[in-house]
């Protein structure tokens, strides 16, 4: 039988700049495989049910049991970090940079909150948290979605608009050294069908390459056929079998004839090392590491690629960050081992070994039962030292250190510290104790959210064309739908989210205020003489949040009792008149004098 022979570099065509993105990426991708490996093994602690699915696999003890304490830390962090950052409706404002943009903001404010409340946003939103815990590097873009279908009266029903893409740490390569996560250039990584593949080649041709489009389909189709065709019959292994080599494969033939394309897309500045041109802020795609689908400008009006990070604990000269797991993954393995060696030492009582010396007649070990050990025989029970099982103290004690190192908040748990203390004397222990955790959520939500919400604003403009809105009135308990346009959202300024900022410091600012007003100066009336009651009254409308209500405004009470004032008045009237009628007598009917005197005048 004759040996087909197929070397790969007889059916690719690459390109120079594919194959130059495509080593970047690979480059990129070994600067970061410790920190893969590390993830991978967080990753089996969180989802494990016994130590036989993690690097305590190798312990010599009989018993497996894990304490799930990784993944405890993960389920309370993600739990406190939700409720910090989306605390309530309406934990975004608008910021005018000038006095017409800032008469938007109730525009904008309407468009931004019924987008965030949109369900897929919020799932994806979630995502980033748990990557934010998981990883310890969120990695977030943005994407425009138009799901909308014609209806029978003519209109066109579903969701538009932009909603923030979540890429996995693992899908994304950077310069891990470069200053910023912003001057650093980026590539994505996207295993898609060919029949994506197909859509996303149509989607970056005009008309005019409509030829050329096609003979591109025709090659991606061709290779592949190829590979299929060649791996039968002895094929020969070609050099550019690994040069081409594309990660989840055993090789780039075997990657070939799979239903995977993979598809490279990298973001920023680009020194074409062939034609020695300079791409200033550019998108440029590549399919099977080897040819560019697509070129163009970033379109995004703020001159960066719109992919936004953040890390937990941020190092200095690499821009991989650490998350709150990392280093607690010994401490884990420490909790596994000290647990298994106490239930083995255990096991070990109950069922302790024996040393028989000398000659003993054969015997049951049971309880009451009687052993004949002779004149040299003895029976001996081997047992460990009971002092191990003071374990427990050390296992409450790591897994105590393990919260607080991951920058749990102290009361998270609903446990109080011990001590009598007054309200304000707990509320002021666990901000103190808590500002790790309040620190890492305002990181995550000035550095990633805020972007990322802005990003989302800048493309609505960009694209979208009119919406409508649903508005709750929380006054009249009403709801009503707004059209809101392009020039309705379209101002200078930014988006704010404000759900962490809220949860801590106006529960501080609060405490500080009713603390002073108990204090002596605070008690001191020449002092509070300098104190607007007004403005007294609009701040604390403004850090309770029941501005919606319309409870504060100037003499708002005295009108109210004077209103309540006038209406008693009117009742006590109406009840003195009526006390005055006599029973069975209406205000129509004739006064009883005049009725005499007619009478008397009759009888004359």
């Given at each position: 039988m004759v040996t087909k022979t197929l070397d790969l570099e007889d059916v690719l065509i690459p390109d120079q700049l594919g194959t130059q993105i495509?080593?970047?990426?690979?480059?990129?991708?070994?600067?970061?495989?410790?920190?893969?490996?590390?993830?991978?093994?967080?990753?089996?602690?969180?989802?494990?049910?016994?130590?036989?699915?993690?690097?305590?696999?190798n312990l010599p003890w009989k018993n497996t049991t894990t304490i799930p304490k990784l993944c405890q830390i993960r389920?309370?962090?993600?739990?406190?970090?939700?409720?910090?950052?989306?605390?309530?409706?309406?934990?975004?404002?608008?910021?005018?940079?000038?006095?017409?943009?800032?008469?938007?903001?109730?525009?904008?404010?309407?468009?931004?909150?019924?987008?965030?409340?949109?369900?897929?946003?919020?799932k994806q939103l979630k995502k980033l948290v748990l990557d934010y815990i998981d990883y310890g590097n969120p990695i977030g873009s943005v994407e425009w979605v138009d799901e909308r279908i014609a209806t029978d009266d003519g209109?066109?029903?579903?969701?538009?608009?932009?909603?923030?893409?979540?890429?996995?740490?693992?899908?994304?390569?950077?310069?891990?050294?470069?200053?910023?996560?912003?001057?650093?250039?980026?590539?994505?990584?996207?295993?898609?069908?060919?029949?994506?593949?197909?859509?996303?080649?149509?989607?970056?041709?005009?008309?005019?390459?409509?030829?050329?489009?096609?003979?591109?389909?025709?090659?991606?189709?061709?290779?592949?056929?190829?590979?299929?065709?060649?791996g039968h019959g002895g094929t020969k292994v070609s050099e550019k079998d690994d040069y081409y080599r594309v990660d989840g494969f055993d090789s780039f033939r075997a990657y070939l004839s799979s239903r995977f394309v993979e598809v490279l897309t990298f973001y920023g500045d680009l020194y074409d090392e062939n034609t020695g041109e300079?791409?200033?802020?550019?998108?440029?795609?590549?399919?099977?590491?080897?040819?560019?689908?697509?070129?163009?400008?970033?379109?995004a009006i703020f001159g960066v690629p719109p992919i936004y990070h953040t890390g937990w604990r941020v190092r200095q000269d690499n821009l991989w960050a650490m998350g709150p797991l990392d280093n607690l993954v010994g401490m884990q393995y420490r909790l596994d081992h000290l647990e298994n060696l106490k239930a083995d030492v255990l096991d070990f009582l109950a069922a302790p070994p024996k040393k028989i010396k000398g000659y003993v007649e054969a015997f049951e070990w049971a309880p009451f039962a009687n052993i004949d050990v002779g004149d040299t025989g003895d029976v001996e029970i081997i047992g460990p030292d009971t002092n191990i099982?003071?374990?427990?103290?050390?296992?409450?004690?790591?897994?105590?250190?393990?919260?607080?190192?991951?920058?749990?908040?102290?009361?998270?748990?609903?446990?109080?510290?011990?001590?009598?203390?007054?309200?304000?004397?707990?509320q002021r222990l666990e901000n103190a104790a808590s500002r790790i955790f309040q620190a890492k959520i305002l990181q995550f939500e000035e550095e990633l959210l805020e972007p990322l919400l802005n990003a989302m604003l800048e493309m609505a403009r960009r694209k979208l064309d009119s919406t409508v809105v649903r508005v709750i009135d929380d006054e009249l308990q009403a709801i009503s739908f707004e059209d809101i346009t392009k020039d309705d959202i379209t101002a200078i300024g930014r988006i704010r989210p404000v759900g962490a900022k809220h949860f801590a410091e106006k529960a501080?600012?609060?405490?500080?205020?009713?603390?002073?007003?108990?204090?002596?100066?605070?008690?001191?009336?020449?002092?509070?003489?300098?104190?607007?009651?007004?403005?007294?009254?609009?701040?604390?409308?403004?850090?309770?949040?029941?501005?919606q209500f319309k409870l504060v405004q100037p003499f708002i009470r005295l009108n109210e009792q004077a209103n309540a004032q006038r209406i008693q008045n009117s009742n006590a009237e109406q009840v003195e008149t009526e006390a005055l009628t006599p029973s069975g007598l209406s205000e129509d009917d004739a006064d009883p004098d005049e009725l005499l005197e007619e009478e008397l005048e009759n009888a004359a």
């Open positions: 495509a080593a970047t990426w690979q480059s990129w991708e070994n600067l970061r495989r410790k920190k893969i490996t590390e993830w991978d093994e967080i990753r089996r602690y969180v989802f494990a049910t016994d130590t036989t699915h993690t690097t305590n696999s389920d309370n962090l993600i739990a406190n970090y939700m409720s910090s950052l989306f605390p309530r409706r309406g934990w975004l404002q608008w910021e005018g940079a000038r006095e017409q943009d800032q008469e938007k903001q109730k525009a904008i404010q309407l468009f931004m909150e019924n987008l965030v409340s949109e369900p897929r946003v919020k209109d066109r029903a579903g969701f538009v608009g932009p909603v923030p893409l979540r890429i996995s740490p693992l899908d994304i390569v950077f310069d891990p050294t470069a200053t910023s996560f912003e001057d650093s250039p980026k590539i994505t990584r996207a295993l898609v069908s060919v029949g994506q593949l197909e859509a996303l080649v149509k989607s970056f041709s005009v008309p005019e390459d409509q030829e050329e489009t096609e003979k591109l389909l025709a090659y991606f189709k061709e290779i592949r056929n190829s590979a299929r065709a060649g300079l791409m200033k802020n550019h998108k440029i795609t590549v399919v099977d590491r080897h040819r560019v689908i697509g070129k163009k400008v970033n379109d099982l003071n374990v427990n103290l050390e296992l409450r004690e790591l897994e105590q250190k393990m919260e607080e190192m991951a920058g749990s908040p102290k009361e998270s748990l609903g446990i109080r510290s011990p001590g009598e203390k007054t309200a304000f004397e707990v501080v600012q609060i405490q500080n205020i009713s603390q002073w007003y108990q204090s002596g100066l605070g008690s001191d009336p020449e002092v509070r003489a300098h104190f607007s009651s007004f403005g007294l009254a609009k701040l604390s409308e403004d850090l309770m949040d029941i501005g």
